[in-house]
């Protein structure tokens, strides 16, 4: 069992002892306390507990752990009514609830609930049958989610949440004049995905990479955050290089300039695509809750192969666990500074691996420029870069592993995963000109 599904399983763990314990109980104290200096002989074996009380401020804990940030619910209110919240804030699309490998029986009783069928597909790459269905008129959707989870108790109902870029773009500046080009590079024969906005694939730091895009959300449109990563997986211009220069780029748009881009539906799409590419690592420097078919579709993925590398977050070392970095399947990576220093605003966790430089330092911009970036988002690409190059599979990440700088407490840790990896790829900011920022 993984760290990661320990941890999980703790909390399960506590909250059905919570449930089943009476208002009034007491926790014991195995065989007492025999032996321990300065306390009576006759201390009682158990302890009275208001189990109202504890289960009450645990619950409180946990609902509040699990909000969404106020940076992602903003995006509700930008998108003209078509995204809603769920029960804790996190963007969802309005009036969608995906079934994952819906049975006919499920599917009989959705349709005489009055439920309707948006859309249905066969993700081949995976082997998993979404159907996307829309509740009656008038019913609430979480209340609908609850309706089909009671209708068909063992099948896989989910909200539809919209993942979003754990980086934003804050301001951009007109770009300086372009750096020459270096030599055209041949690819390298190393194959990497990228699950992100559309890339600008004219920009010359891309010049070398051979460039596949495929648009999952109305059609592929490059974005400045999809740009930047894939100059740090697959760039170089001289001074400029990324982890991988010269590689073949899988790009999958799952956003497109849609208010309704980023959905789970999307990001499952995405991964089966790159499945079917024998692509073997991938870099998905998005974030957002736990989804039953984004999970889904990562278990089957990493089964069938794919190392998936994920950007920890930036919402600080507090917040709750964000995915897919999370996963279990899945490598997570967060960001130092180039002194080496894990960023304030960094996650912390068993679901950090790696740490990788991902604040003083550049990488492409709009036009034919560069950008400082700073988050997560910017250091999980140097991490899949390095992954990539050699080969991919469990058998990179004990070699990643083994070249990794052990940072903090001895030996794995939840600041800085396994150690530091790739500071030697950080190119400073003013070597390239470097103008406006792309933070978190």
Same mark, same amino acid.
């Given at each position: 069992?993984?760290?990661?599904?320990?941890?999980?399983?703790?909390?399960?763990?506590?909250?059905?002892?919570?449930?089943?314990?009476?208002?009034?109980?007491?926790?014991?104290?195995?065989?007492?306390?025999?032996?321990?200096?300065?306390?009576?002989?006759?201390?009682?074996?158990?302890?009275?507990?208001?189990?109202?009380?504890?289960?009450?401020?645990?619950?409180?804990?946990?609902?509040?752990?699990?909000?969404?940030?106020?940076?992602?619910?903003?995006?509700?209110?930008?998108?003209?009514?078509?995204?809603?919240?769920? /029960?804790? $804030?996190? =963007?969802?699309? %309005? #009036?969608?609830?995906?079934?994952? !490998? @819906?049975? *006919? +029986? &499920?599917?009989?009783?959705?349709?005489?609930?009055?439920?309707?069928?948006?859309?249905?597909?066969?993700?081949?790459?995976?082997?998993?049958?979404?159907?996307?269905?829309?509740? /009656?008129? $008038?019913? =609430?959707?979480? %209340? #609908?989610?609850?309706?089909?989870? !009671? @209708?068909? *108790? +063992? &099948?896989?109902?989910?909200?539809?949440?919209?993942?979003?870029?754990?980086?934003?773009?804050?301001?951009?500046?007109?770009?300086?004049?372009?750096?020459?080009?270096?030599?055209?590079?041949?690819?390298?024969?190393?194959?990497?995905?990228?699950?992100?906005?559309?890339?600008?694939?004219?920009?010359?730091?891309?010049?070398?990479?051979?460039?596949?895009?495929?648009?999952?959300?109305?059609?592929?449109?490059?974005?400045?955050?999809?740009?930047?990563?894939?100059?740090?997986?697959?760039?170089?211009?001289?001074?400029?290089?990324?982890?991988?220069?010269?590689?073949?780029?899988?790009?999958?748009?799952?956003?497109?300039?849609?208010?309704?881009?980023?959905?789970?539906?999307?990001?499952?799409?995405?991964?089966?695509?790159?499945?079917?590419?024998?692509?073997?690592?991938?870099?998905?420097?998005?974030?957002?809750?736990?989804?039953?078919?984004?999970?889904?579709?990562?278990?089957?993925?990493?089964?069938?192969?794919?190392?998936?590398?994920?950007?920890?977050?930036?919402?600080?070392?507090?917040?709750?666990?964000?995915?897919?970095?999370?996963?279990?399947?899945?490598?997570?990576?967060?960001?130092?500074?180039?002194?080496?220093?894990?960023?304030?605003?960094?996650?912390?966790?068993?679901?950090?691996?790696?740490?990788?430089?991902?604040?003083?330092?550049?990488?492409?911009?709009?036009?034919?420029?560069?950008?400082?970036?700073?988050?997560?988002?910017?250091?999980?690409?140097?991490?899949?870069?390095?992954?990539?190059?050699?080969?991919?599979?469990?058998?990179?990440?004990?070699?990643?592993?083994?070249?990794?700088?052990?940072?903090?407490?001895?030996?794995?840790?939840?600041?800085?995963?396994?150690?530091?990896?790739?500071?030697?790829?950080?190119?400073?900011?003013?070597?390239?000109?470097?103008?406006?920022?792309?933070?978190?």
């Amino acid at each position: 069992m993984t760290i990661r599904i320990l941890t999980a399983s703790v909390f399960a763990g506590l909250a059905v002892l919570l449930a089943a314990a009476p208002a009034s109980a007491q926790i014991g104290l195995p065989g007492g306390v025999p032996g321990v200096r300065g306390l009576p002989g006759d201390l009682p074996n158990r302890l009275p507990v208001d189990t109202d009380r504890l289960q009450d401020g645990v619950r409180g804990r946990v609902d509040r752990a699990l909000q969404a940030p106020r940076r992602v619910r903003d995006l509700i209110g930008r998108s003209d009514g078509a995204l809603e919240a769920d /029960p804790y $804030g996190w =963007p969802v699309l %309005r #009036a969608e609830i995906v079934a994952v !490998d @819906l049975s *006919p +029986a &499920g599917r009989r009783a959705a349709l005489d609930a009055g439920f309707s069928v948006v859309r249905e597909q066969q993700l081949d790459g995976l082997d998993l049958a979404v159907v996307v269905l829309s509740p /009656p008129h $008038g019913l =609430p959707l979480r %209340r #609908a989610l609850d309706r089909l989870r !009671d @209708l068909d *108790p +063992a &099948g896989t109902f989910e909200f539809n949440h919209i993942y979003s870029p754990a980086g934003a773009l804050a301001d951009t500046p007109a770009p300086p004049p372009a750096l020459p080009a270096a030599p055209p590079v041949q690819a390298s024969g190393v194959r990497i995905g990228l699950i992100d906005t559309g890339v600008d694939a004219r920009h010359p730091a891309l010049s070398g990479a051979t460039i596949r895009q495929r648009g999952f959300a109305d059609g592929d449109r490059p974005g400045a955050h999809g740009t930047a990563v894939a100059s740090l997986l697959a760039g170089r211009s001289n001074p400029f290089s990324g982890a991988a220069p010269g590689a073949a780029l899988f790009v999958a748009d799952v956003y497109g300039g849609s208010p309704s881009g980023g959905a789970s539906t999307k990001v499952a799409e995405a991964l089966g695509w790159m499945v079917q590419n024998n692509v073997p690592v991938v870099n998905v420097s998005l974030v957002g809750p736990r989804n039953a078919l984004v999970e889904a579709a990562v278990r089957r993925a990493a089964g069938r192969g794919l190392l998936i590398v994920a950007a920890a977050g930036n919402d600080g070392p507090a917040a709750a666990p964000l995915y897919p970095a999370s996963y279990p399947d899945v490598i997570g990576v967060t960001a130092v500074d180039a002194r080496g220093r894990t960023l304030p605003e960094a996650a912390r966790g068993p679901q950090v691996d790696f740490a990788a430089p991902g604040a003083d330092m550049a990488a492409a911009g709009q036009g034919a420029g560069y950008v400082n970036v700073r988050g997560a988002s910017f250091a999980a690409p140097l991490v899949a870069g390095l992954l990539a190059r050699r080969g991919g599979g469990d058998r990179a990440v004990r070699a990643l592993e083994a070249e990794a700088r052990d940072m903090g407490a001895r030996g794995p840790d939840p600041v800085y995963g396994r150690g530091l990896v790739a500071a030697d790829l950080r190119v400073e900011p003013r070597a390239v000109g470097a103008r406006g920022r792309l933070a978190r």
